[in-house]
């Protein structure tokens, strides 16, 4: 009998060893294919806007490390966004994350402007010598698809009266006005914008935009795990987080098309 139970508890042992290995080589896995992930989405981006030699010259090899040259690149590149999105006629957002500010404009003219309060980037935007993102930021950023916590147009629902007599000019509060304003923008490659509301109003604020941004972590590492356990590398999406104004912000939110644009300057 004392044999007996001396050999579950040895399985019971063995299997939970067993069961820690293999837990421990799928997080190394996890975060190696995560380390890779960066790597790979720039070496793509090196591929397409990286500097194309069509015959060698040791001048093209340097020009690229030319802070003077790189400065100027850069600015023409915010330009060239900027003209591509204004000859589209619709509203669009430029960011320039040197000065803080944040403008929507139409056909190049300014309709609103707010001061960024806090900036955060993804490692590869810190760089501004980089040739390659600054000839990525030359065609502008397209929103697929936004995650908020305010709608995008407020809804009213109203009875209408039998008559004249009947009529009443209620108004219907903005739910906007005391709910917190987050959202995320996911672009067209790839890159990820998260805009909070600088001013915690609220008691449940803070708790608010917490609750927001690990609903989307979880997503994103839900979507990460699935491409690791089919041992591929995950995708990698730049990240660009701001904090502005309140008022501002959901004015910038519902002023942007579905599919708007936004030119960025770094």
């Not at 690229?64 to 915010?78: G, I, N, P, V, W």
């Not at 810190?126 to 908020?148: G, H, Q, W």
Request: glycine share 4%; proline share 5%; aromatic share 10%.
């Amino acid at each position: 009998m004392e044999t007996e139970t001396t050999n579950k508890q040895q399985v019971r042992k063995y299997g939970l060893i067993t069961l820690i290995i293999i837990i421990g080589v799928l997080l190394i896995y996890y975060a190696v294919m995560a380390m890779i992930a960066p790597a790979k989405k720039y070496n793509g981006l090196k591929d397409e806007y990286g500097y194309k030699q069509v015959v060698k010259n040791s001048i093209n090899d340097t020009i690229q490390t030319d802070s003077t040259y790189l400065a100027l690149f850069r600015e023409k590149a915010f330009l060239q966004a900027r003209t591509s999105i204004a000859e589209t006629d619709s509203i669009y957002l430029s960011i320039n994350l040197v000065d803080s500010s944040m403008v929507l404009e139409i056909s190049g003219v300014a309709v609103a402007r707010t001061k960024l309060t806090r900036i955060s980037l993804s490692k590869m935007f810190l760089d501004r010598n980089d040739y390659v993102i600054s000839s990525m930021l030359s065609k502008p950023f397209t929103i697929e698809r936004n995650i908020a916590s305010i709608p995008k147009e407020p809804l009213m629902i109203k009875m209408a009266p039998k008559d004249t007599s009947e009529f009443k000019p209620d108004i219907i509060p903005d739910t906007a006005d005391y709910e917190p304003v987050n959202y995320i923008l996911e672009m067209n490659n790839g890159t990820v914008m998260h805009v909070y509301q600088e001013e915690k109003l609220n008691r449940g604020d803070r708790s608010h935009l917490f609750l927001f941004d690990l609903r989307y972590r979880l997503r994103s590492a839900w979507s990460t795990l699935k491409s690791v356990f089919t041992f591929k590398v995950p995708e990698y999406h730049p990240y660009i987080k701001v904090r502005l104004p309140r008022s501002d912000a959901k004015i910038i939110y519902r002023a942007l098309p579905g599919h708007g644009q936004i030119a960025v300057y770094r």
